[in-house]
């Protein structure tokens, strides 16, 4: 196993000493493993500040393609899985905010609708640094995203923190209802999933939305 391959793994296992060591011994730092990916791309995966640390300040690129199918950046999977202080880290090393990667997908949207509620505090950071809260990916806003899923509580941050109440936003969870009402058999689910539209819906008017 090369020295590429160990660096990679180590950042993986979340081994800084061992990642310093071998960045030490001449390991590329932006060097892909065997399974084709970065040793920051695979820190910043399992949320292994330490090492993402170090390997930030040994020079690695925080624009760098990452994801399984270099489908995102290490800012895009920040994002999705809510670690903040990686996110922070990768900021402060020319980490943008804007559209990126391959799939062209704002690190705002990905931390909106990632996970069921979204990532509120990984939201309000990127906010913090610049990121445009009416961004699109799709054609879809974060606001229009996580109404189409029925993220009440996401919705109710966005629109707090100032995302632009759009008819848009009320017609995808109109639409998100739809398609889950007839894609669950379960009625307690489906009614339950419907409330939480409603809320949706609600929330939406009260900040100024019309039919």
């Known amino acids: ?13 979340g081994d800084a000493a061992a990642v310093a060591r071998l960045l030490s ?17 695979l820190a910043v995966h399992a949320g292994h500040v330490d090492v993402v640390r170090v390997l930030l300040e040994a020079g690695a690129d925080p624009r760098q393609k990452a994801g399984a199918y270099d489908e995102v950046t290490p800012l895009g999977l920040a994002a999705m899985y809510g670690y903040v202080t990686v996110a922070e880290l990768l900021l402060d090393a020319g ?3 804007g559209a990126q990667g391959r799939l062209d997908y704002p690190p ?11 990532h509120p505090q990984m939201v309000d950071l990127l906010l913090r640094r610049g990121a445009d ?14 109404a189409a899923f029925g993220n ?5 941050h966005l629109l707090a923190r100032g995302a632009t109440p759009s008819a848009k936003a009320l017609s995808e969870a109109r639409a998100g209802a739809e398609r889950y009402s007839k894609a669950v058999q379960d009625e307690q689910k ?21 039919d």
């Not at 196993?1 to 296992?13: I, P, S, W």
């Not at 009440?152 to 109710?156: G, I, L, Q």
């Not at 489906?190 to 019309?210: D, F, I, N, S």
């Open 190 to 210: 489906r009614q339950e999933k419907q409330e939480t539209y409603a809320r949706v819906v609600a929330a939406l008017r009260a900040a100024g939305v019309v």
């Open 95 to 97: 980490a943008t905010t």
């Open 108 to 118: 705002l949207v990905l931390a909106a609708t990632s996970v069921e509620h979204g």
């Open 152 to 156: 009440v509580r996401m919705v109710h």
């Open 133 to 146: 809260i009416d961004g699109k990916m799709k054609g879809r806003s974060s606001l229009e995203w996580a």
């Open 1 to 13: 196993m090369g020295g590429t391959d160990r660096l990679a793994r180590a950042a993986g296992d």
């Open 25 to 41: 011994d001449g390991a590329e730092v932006d060097g892909l493993g065997g399974d084709g990916r970065s040793a920051l791309d």
